[in-house]
């Protein structure tokens, strides 16, 4: 305790009306204490510090003029929300951060009243805000009452385009409501586009009031029979010198941009729109990513998302990895395929680093491209990438590709087209939690009519699998791999393409086959060496594909065993789905197969480690132990002697 920081105002602020007692002075000092609290904490936790460091004063300054939780603040994302956390009566809690049973690492409508939304996808703010005024406007409820709605969304995330559909509705619809749009420079990785770069311009000119000014000014200058024409003069200097006019174009009346680090500035104009705003409202602020912690500021991602660290140096705690990451072998093996084959090129939605492609965009910069957080453009520009004759690699976490699946159905997979999917973050995640869980992708990928859908079961069977992708041009194809290392297998010198739809023997034995879909397999070898000490021998296959299946191996596992289980890191409607339709039209359970399909359960599952959370889905060594010894019977026989 004693090395944490000495906070004496923020000690009296239990709640965010407790902000009301203090001056705009003490509520500078606030600020400052509170991200002194925010760096001690997250360093005892790990997760996204820079973020929360960006918004220190807004949230205070927010939580100042607004009434929480009457009035609703919706965190786009909500991986900036660690502050507004420690404000509203989660301060003694705030050390449990991404642990199991803690605070999550995002806003969460179960955790709080002061979380309005939940939320840890970007650009649902807007759309979010718009139906809390409406609701309001309507006569609707909602715990703690319905005030304003104040959305705070990044200049990363209001390049999406629901941003700018909500954006377009609010406008059309006039409702009183706010939008703080956080511009960083910096979301994940830098924002590109044009957007960003429009933003930019913005920075080196004069003030938005003092334009204004000067536009009035301009047209009294003018003859009388010139004044006519004063208004387009007035919106063709405005248009020069702020980038108000495409918002206003979008019915939000635009205020900035304003320093969001200067509470002087902050707190006399979030006072007056909160007092006068009569239709939406669009405030540009200004801030700094990693905002007062010098690592997290000298860091290339600007202290985005960390392990524990020393407060003092800023270094982070990380375990000793005995096996590369499946990330970083994916990223490899992609950067020794593209060396040879021009044609391969890379796709990410706003995640270089995550997805391990910041190494290509080096050295190939002219075949990599970053789309922002705009998955649905992404999906549909790989599309068309390889209907022009290339090799795309669309490369996405599993949760995030969710956000593209009407163009994966439509762009890709209706037009056969050769995008290849590489899915990161496969299976459960662990501090992250359930928005970031990649439960959902075979299911919905291996029900799509001429798609090819695969997971590695090791690192060394990605590198096989990202060179499968490179050599099929019949339609899509998708592989899937987990965050974390690999299991330490004997690394292959290249990839070597796979037969479609073969799936490989790992071990012979009797009585009961397991078909493995995924990294599970080595729990399942961890789980037959226990079982072998009970005289059960289970035969192993991995069966690399979910489709197409390998179906005279299934078939013969069926024949050759009394009892079969398949197992996977998806939820129910994937791969055991698939089998068990298999075996269903070809009669096999007609004889009395026994069949078991373990897959994630019908739940959401809360963040934790890794190994807890398939603690919770029952998908590990001991759980698929106790399914093998259920099936056959045995459990039963033991508990009957006992």
């Known amino acids: 305790m004693s090395d944490r920081p000495i906070t004496p105002l923020l000690d009296r602020v239990n709640r965010p009306s407790d902000l009301k007692q203090f001056s705009d ?23 996204h510090l820079g973020a929360g460091l960006g918004v220190v004063e807004l949230t205070v300054a927010l939580h100042a003029v607004f009434i929480t939780p009457k009035d609703k603040i919706i965190w786009d994302v909500g991986h900036q929300c660690y502050p507004h956390k420690i404000l509203t009566e989660r301060r003694e809690r705030i050390r449990t951060l991404r642990m199991k049973d803690g605070l999550s690492g995002f806003t969460k409508r179960s955790e709080s009243v002061y979380d309005p939304f939940g939320a ?115 919106d063709m200097l405005k248009g020069m010198t702020v980038g108000g006019t495409l918002f206003e ?9 304003i320093d969001g680090h200067d509470m002087d500035q902050l707190l006399p104009v979030l006072r007056t729109v909160h007092a006068r705003a ?111 004759g290339m090799k795309p690699f669309c490369t996405m976490y599993s949760t995030f590709l969710q956000r593209g699946y009407d163009q994966v159905v439509h762009d890709v997979a209706i037009q056969r087209l050769p995008v290849r999917f590489a899915i990161d973050r496969a299976g459960l995640v662990g501090a992250d939690g359930a928005t970031h869980a990649g439960a959902f992708d075979i299911a919905y990928l291996a029900n799509l009519p001429g798609f090819t859908v695969m997971a590695a079961a090791d690192e060394a069977e990605l590198v096989h699998m990202v060179a499968t992708a490179v050599a099929h041009d019949e339609g899509p194809i998708a ?35 397991i078909l493995s879909f995924g990294t599970r397999l080595k729990e399942v070898e961890d789980a037959c060496e226990a079982l072998a000490a009970k005289g059960i021998t289970p035969t192993i296959a991995d069966a690399r594909f979910a489709k197409p299946l390998d179906r005279d191996l299934i078939l013969q596992l069926a024949k ?55 603690a919770v889905a029952k998908l590990n060594a001991e759980d698929i132990e106790a399914k093998v010894l259920d099936t056959l019977g045995v459990a039963q026989i033991t508990s009957k002697k006992a």
């Open 25 to 47: 002075t003490e509520l500078a000092r606030v600020a400052h204490e509170l991200r002194s609290e925010t760096i001690s904490a997250v360093s005892e936790t790990g997760g």
């Open 120 to 234: 840890a996808h970007s650009s649902t703010s807007i759309s979010a805000a718009l139906g809390f005024a409406v609701a309001r406007d309507l006569g609707g409820e909602a715990p703690g009452g319905l005030g304003d709605a104040v959305a705070v969304i990044g200049d990363g995330s209001i390049s999406a385009g629901m941003a700018f559909e909500a954006m377009n509705n609010a406008g059309h619809l006039k409702k009183r409501m706010f939008v703080i749009l956080n511009d960083n420079e910096m979301s994940i990785a830098p924002p590109v586009g044009a957007l960003s770069s429009y933003l930019s311009r913005l920075y080196a000119e004069e003030p938005f009031q003092d334009f204004k000014t000067a536009a009035k000014g301009a047209v009294s200058l003018l003859p009388e029979p010139f004044r006519e024409g004063a208004k387009r003069a007035k």
């Open 249 to 257: 174009q979008l019915g939000f009346s635009y205020l900035g941009p």
């Open 278 to 388: 009569t239709g939406p409202v669009l405030i540009h602020v200004l801030t700094k990513k990693g905002k007062g912690y010098a690592p997290a500021e000298a860091a290339r991602d600007k202290g985005h998302a960390t392990a524990k660290f020393d407060v003092l140096t800023g270094e982070q705690k990380k375990s000793p990895s005995n096996a590369p990451s499946y990330t970083k072998v994916f990223a490899e093996s992609l950067l020794k395929e593209a060396a040879i084959d021009d044609k391969i090129c890379a796709v990410t939605a706003a995640m270089p680093d995550g997805t391990g492609l910041t190494q290509f965009a080096e050295r190939y910069p002219s075949r990599c491209f970053d789309v922002a957080i705009a998955e649905q453009h992404g999906v549909t520009f790989s599309a068309a990438l390889a209907a022009g």
């Open 479 to 513: 592989f899937r791999f987990p965050r974390g290392e690999g299991v330490g297998v004997e690394m292959p010198e290249k990839g070597i393409p796979l037969e479609i739809g073969k799936g490989r023997m790992i071990r012979e034995g009797k009585g009961v086959a």
């Open 560 to 614: 050759d065993h009394e009892a079969l289980i398949t197992i996977e890191e998806g939820a129910v409607g994937g791969f055991g789905s698939h089998v068990a339709q298999l075996l269903a039209e070809a009669g096999v359970f007609d004889t009395g197969l026994k069949y078991r399909s373990m897959v994630l359960p019908d739940i959401f599952i809360d963040q934790s480690s890794p190994r807890d959370m398939y």
